[in-house]
């Protein structure tokens, strides 16, 4: 229900998108691409990769008004690992390897997971575009934690490891209303991408963003309150 979080999972994406050992395999919303109680992969990819998604959120009625817009203490997972099925076969020296030059053993694997973790933060906290939309996006960070697993499924080694950063959003726009940064440069950045899901997407947002409502109309949607409650402390306007 929340524009705020697709805009989010997306500007990770691309912050990461070529910058980790995983390269453009960057999945938006492969969910459960870890299984921790199992210890298990639950995507199926040919190579290392990254996988982002959105969990969890919060929003405080004060007042007794439910702010329905609003994205607080919302769980954003990065997730990437590895399987000894991923190696690719060196022919100089008839070996699997993870990348040329580093054999593809339990060490190498645990190496690979570490330095792409690194990699993750790196991207997430330069200075590109996509950083300074995330910078604009969260608005407080409460909570970093890392999780591992490792296992053995279908007789392939597999390891993996987890980012769970808890943090505040900003507040989903107000159809009609102004929209503030970064959000019309992330759906400029949508609209013009490779994948035309993504501009179908943009369009479907924009388009939900775009009729005009009256002062009043805005306040009763961001308060939830309905025309009664208005009425009763006598700022609701009647449609032309």
């Known amino acids: 229900m929340s524009i705020v979080r697709i805009l989010t999972r997306y500007a990770i994406c691309e912050a990461l998108k070529g910058e980790t050992l995983a390269g453009d395999s960057v999945k938006d919303s492969e969910i459960n691409a870890i299984n921790l ?26 007042d007794n008004r ?17 399987t000894s099925a991923m190696g690719a ?19 190498e694997m645990e190496r690979q997971l570490d330095i792409t973790g690194r990699q ?15 910078g604009l996006l969260v608005i407080k ?14 007789g392939a080694k597999m390891a993996a490891h987890q980012f769970i950063l808890k943090c505040d959003l900003i ?17 400029a950045h949508m609209k013009a991408s490779d994948d035309p899901a ?5 369009e479907v947002i924009e388009e939900m963003l775009q009729p005009s409502v009256s002062e009043a109309e805005a306040y009763r949607q961001h308060y ?4 009664e409650q208005q009425r009763a402390v006598g700022i609701y306007e009647v449609p032309e």
Not at 120 to 134: H, K, R
Not at 141 to 152: D, E, F, P, T, Y
Not at 171 to 187: A, C, N, S, T
Request: net charge negative; proline share 7%.
């Open 141 to 154: 960070r409460h909570s970093l934690s890392r999780a591992r697993v490792s296992g053995a499924d279908d």
């Open 224 to 227: 939830g309150e309905t025309i």
């Open 89 to 107: 076969f060196d022919p100089e020296t008839g070996e699997t390897v993870l990348i040329p030059g580093v054999p593809n053993t339990d060490r």
């Open 66 to 82: 439910p702010e329905y817009r609003e994205n607080a203490d919302v769980s954003i997972f990065i997730e990437w690992g590895v």
């Open 37 to 62: 109680d199992d210890q298990t992969l639950g995507i199926e990819e040919s190579k290392p990769f990254i996988a982002v998604y959105t969990d969890d959120m919060k929003a405080e009625f004060g």
């Open 198 to 202: 993504n501009s179908k997407w943009a």
């Open 120 to 134: 993750i933060i790196d991207a997430l906290t330069c200075t590109m575009a996509q950083e300074e939309w995330l």
């Open 171 to 187: 507040d989903d726009p107000i159809k009609g209303q102004e929209i503030i940064r970064p959000i019309p440069e992330i759906l």
